[in-house]
């Protein structure tokens, strides 16, 4: 196996990173071990549980699934890049704190990012639709419906925003 390693820059969360990579550093790796960036956590490592999820340009990918080179010339926004600009909780993160969405916190990070992502595409869903934005993320402590009521009221608290503005 090579040991050849690619000089690459990453923006993350709106900061440029430059980092020296093995061409098959997974871009979770990348965003753990090389940015310190370990709100973005490896479940399955396979794709299915969803807990790393991060946006890439706005849209959910799983990051455990994608190699770091790829990711070049694209924005990502991991969890640590939701809060707002003073710091204060995102809605979607102000969402999962009121209504409860979480309990041991481990699949919350990919959740965030899922809903960010499917909020900004869909910012009035149905019940139904905000249980189908979060289908492909697993839980194993919640049940699913404090999520799903996060979702909601996230969608209400960008409301109320964009009615404030």
Known sequence: MSDTRHDVRLSVNGVGHDVSVPAR?????????DLGLTGTHVGCEHGVCGACTVLLDGRPVRACLMLAVSAVGCEITTVEGLARDDGSLGPVQQAFAECHGLQCGFCTPGFLTTITAGLADNPTPTHEECRDMIAGNLCRCTGYQNIVRAVERAAELIAEEGEAS
């Open 25 to 33: 550093r997974l871009l979770s790796d990348a965003l753990r071990h």
